[in-house]
């Protein structure tokens, strides 16, 4: 049975920083694209970074400001956020898909987590 588990969310003030781990177990993600989206209250699941073949991807928002990674001997990823503000509260979810390909769209994800909260004071 796959499972993804993300930990490391909290609440921290604006500027400050957080790094969110998802750790796999049930199949090995190192060839696989793994991404990480977000949702806020009422609002969609958004596209935050993602990891696959060719590289990384970042929305708009988080560039500059998160990078993702990968320990393919931990069958972990991670996101490493600075700068934090307001706008990035939200509930964290790591997602995984059965593809080299990365995608910023969450109807590809074939596995995701339950979903780390992450809430920035002003």
């Known amino acids: 049975q796959v499972q993804l588990v993300e930990s490391g969310g909290g609440l921290v003030q604006a500027g400050g920083s957080l790094r969110l781990s998802c750790a796999a177990s049930?199949?090995?993600?190192?060839?696989?694209?793994m991404g990480w989206f977000r949702q806020a209250p009422g609002k969609e699941r958004e596209f935050v970074a993602a990891?696959?073949?060719?590289?990384?991807q970042y929305a708009d928002s988080v560039k500059d400001r998160f990078t993702i990674s990968r320990d393919n001997g931990k069958n972990t990823l991670y996101l490493q956020m600075n700068t934090l503000n307001p706008e990035d509260t939200a509930v964290y979810y790591c997602?995984?898909?059965?593809?080299?390909?990365?995608?910023?769209?969450?109807?590809?994800?074939?596995?995701w987590g339950q979903g780390t909260q992450v809430t920035v004071s002003s």
């Open positions: 997602a995984a898909r059965k593809s080299m390909v990365m995608s910023g769209t969450p109807g590809v994800y074939d596995y």
């Open positions: 049930g199949r090995t993600f190192s060839s696989d694209a």
């Open positions: 990891s696959g073949i060719g590289g990384r």
